[in-house]
């Protein structure tokens, strides 16, 4: 442990808001919906919180080189926490396959980034070779100092709550090191009866992404079912999830459950938190889209509690937004079928001449078009 607070390193992460949702809860028939949104940490997302005791205890072992495999959180968080504990940082990335603004987070945190020519899990496997072969410290979340880091958002969480557990708790499903993390956070509180009962957690895949949907679908927990993973929601898109056995473990102990959602389904979802003033990166979305699921299939009633975890800013991909809100996203795809229903959803910008009567004209268009405004 540290001697003194200055040992540690941090960037003041931590303490996230919990917000309510009133326009998610009218359409899902969930008064009581909230967001705990770690896309509020100082690089952007909930992986902040892990990296600071991970990388605390980096430094004091004496290491100068930290190394991740990322799909772009976890390569500007840990570059962040290298370069304010400095240490130097290295990260593996898949070429053309994470968000730039992601990737540009970790140039200017001073990380050495390596694009390779594979996917996530390639760049996992190569980083354990890495750090058998050279004095390199691993700071993805298959580290033990990641998950008990990431446990302070289940606290944080209960806290604001003024320690009443909710019914339900809703996380994004990637490489699963978050779901496990809260899920052993909320074990630990009950079993020093911190908190009386235990909310279930339940994990949201994107279907084309979705290995431990199937590994508890097809094998009943008990063998991971890897899959070549391909989604546009990518701080998700893992096909070999490091922690599936834990993330397993938690589901079944709190009572989740785990659910996959369509590329369409998470565009409308990522749409709606954003018309609530708060807005995600698409991998939060996932929770929402989720719950109206768990909603359809009585899973969650509408008198229960529901707190969805957003996992990253909606600055993180913004790429994603300006094409959902042109309707570029799905053109040329197996979805643009079905993406007819986000038109009303979208919100692109309007060239217009610069007089005060064109613009009139166009406030006027858009108060009795906004199916989303509150007031419309």
């Known amino acids: 442990m ?21 326009q998610s809860s009218r359409r899902t028939g969930v008064p009581r919906l ?5 896309g509020m940490n100082p690089t952007g997302s909930f992986k902040d919180t892990g990296m600071t005791v991970a990388s605390t205890f980096a430094r004091q072992a004496g290491y100068r080189w930290v190394a991740c495999a990322s799909t772009g959180n976890t390569s500007a968080s840990m570059a962040a926490y290298a370069a304010r504990g400095g240490m130097r940082s290295v990260v593996l990335v898949p070429e053309g396959k994470i968000s730039w603004s992601k990737l540009s987070q970790a140039l200017d945190y001073g990380a050495l980034t390596c694009q390779l020519r594979t996917d996530f899990d390639g760049c996992l ?36 709550l003024d320690w009443q557990p909710p019914d339900h708790i809703i996380v994004p499903g990637g490489n699963l090191g978050n779901s496990s993390a809260i899920g052993k956070a909320l074990l630990e509180m009950r079993e020093i ?26 094998a009943g927990g008990k063998q991971l079912v890897q899959v070549q993973a391909e989604t546009r929601a990518t701080a998700i898109r893992i096909g070999n999830p490091a922690s599936w056995k834990k993330a397993v473990k938690v589901i079944q102990a709190t009572g989740g459950a785990c659910e996959q959602v369509s590329e369409v389904e998470i565009a409308q979802a990522k749409a709606e938190i954003g ?24 899973f969650v009633k509408p008198d229960e509690s529901v707190v969805l975890v957003l996992t990253g800013n909606l600055l993180k991909d913004p790429d994603f937004t300006m094409e ?46 906004d199916p989303l405004h509150p007031n419309a």
């Open 324 to 369: 959902f809100h042109r309707g570029d996203l799905f053109s040329s795809t197996e979805h643009k079928s079905g993406s007819d229903l986000l038109s009303p959803l979208r919100h692109p910008p309007v060239v217009l001449d610069a007089t005060l009567e064109a613009v009139i004209q166009t406030l006027e268009r858009a108060e009795q078009s």
């Open 34 to 38: 909230y967001a705990k949104h770690q």
């Open 125 to 160: 496997r190569l980083l354990q070779e890495l750090v058998r072969r050279a004095p390199v410290y691993q700071l993805n979340s298959i580290n033990p100092f990641r998950l008990e880091g990431q446990k302070t958002l289940a606290f944080e969480l209960l806290e604001q």
């Open 2 to 22: 540290p001697e003194s607070e200055q040992d540690v390193v941090s960037l003041r992460e931590g303490n996230t808001p919990l917000y309510e949702l009133p």
């Open 193 to 218: 009866e911190l908190i009386s009962r235990l909310p279930k957690l339940s994990v949201i895949q994107a279907e084309g992404a979705n290995a431990l949907v199937r590994t508890l679908r097809e």
């Open 275 to 298: 018309a609530e003033g708060i807005g995600c990166e698409p991998a939060s979305a996932v929770t929402l889209a989720g719950l109206k699921k768990f909603v359809r299939s009585g």
